[in-house]
């Protein structure tokens, strides 16, 4: 497997999270304000690193 195809493996995973949690916000936030803020937190952690590994394409 070369460079490329790790990272595409790797943003293809992380999409997969990223799509759950959005799937699933509405549902978990709802449990606590201290639940919402971890979910959103997840979220924007997963974009950002969805983000970084797209510019190493």
Do not use: C, T, W
Not at 4 to 9: F, S, V
Not at 14 to 33: C, G, I, Q, V, W
């Amino acid at each position: 497997m070369n460079n490329d195809e790790g990272l595409k493996a790797q943003i293809k995973e992380l999409e997969a999270d990223l799509l759950f949690y959005l799937r699933k916000y509405h549902e978990l936030a709802s449990r606590s304000p201290y639940m919402k803020a971890v979910v959103e937190k997840e979220i924007q952690r997963l974009e950002e690193e969805i983000k970084r590994l797209g510019q190493l394409l």
